[in-house]
């Protein structure tokens, strides 16, 4: 999450972060940085989920986190973009 705010900053691009609570929104004509988590319950027409293939990161139950990666791929109303760049299993099922 910081690495991509830190390179949205480094191009100049407007972006938003939300890591919890606080001002924060949905409608500004910005990108979005946020984890799953907080995604919850917000759509976007665009949605990526970068860093997919890492998942679930050993010792993470793999139910949750297919869970999870569920809740942030369906917050796409038009297009989503999976990163699968990684050795998790997620990574390794989904390039399979």
Known sequence: MDLCV???ALRGVPHQV???GGSF??????IKVLTMHASKGLEFPVVALVGAGHTPAP???EREEAKL?????????????IGLGGDGRFGQRLAA
């Not at 929104?25 to 910005?30: H, L």
């Not at 990666?69 to 973009?81: C, D, E, K, P």
């Open 69 to 81: 990666f569920y809740v942030g791929a369906t917050r796409a109303t038009q297009r989503l973009i």
């Open 18 to 20: 939300r890591k919890g």
């Open 25 to 30: 929104d949905p409608a500004a004509d910005t």
């Open 6 to 8: 830190d390179v949205l």
């Open 59 to 61: 010792g993470e139950d």
